[in-house]
């Protein structure tokens, strides 16, 4: 049974970084492609970030040249390195497996001027 646990969210101020990590288990993670996902309030649930597994990468506009997703094979974990922090970005923030059909219970991130 896959779980997926997300932390590192917080409140922080315009311009401030944070760094998510998001611990995987019950599935082979290194042969999962591995996505960050948004969800502004009041609105849908999309993908920002995904790191496949040969290590490559690609971003949704809104993030790219601020954010970076990372992945530690060895530990199971995910990451995502949020710099330069703009209100837009808050909101909840999920990591999901490409191909699996399970959310967590995400982190809150909190942008204020």
């Known amino acids: 049974q896959v779980q997926l646990v997300e932390s590192g969210g917080g409140s922080v101020q315009a311009g401030g970084s944070l760094r998510l990590s998001c611990q995987v288990s019950g599935i082979t993670f290194r042969e999962y492609a591995m996505g960050w996902f948004h969800q502004a309030p009041g609105k849908e649930r999309e993908e920002i970030a ?3 597994t040969d290590g490559g990468t690609q971003y949704a506009e809104s993030v790219k040249g601020r954010f970076t997703i990372s ?5 199971n974990t995910l990451f995502l390195e949020m710099n330069n ?7 909840m923030y999920y990591c999901r497996p490409w191909g699996v ?4 219970q995400g982190t809150q991130v909190t942008v204020y001027s």
Not at 85 to 91: I, Y
């Open 50 to 52: 995904v790191v496949y």
């Open 71 to 75: 992945r530690d094979n060895a530990k």
């Open 85 to 91: 922090l703009q209100l837009p970005d808050t909101g």
């Open 101 to 104: 059909n399970y959310w967590g």
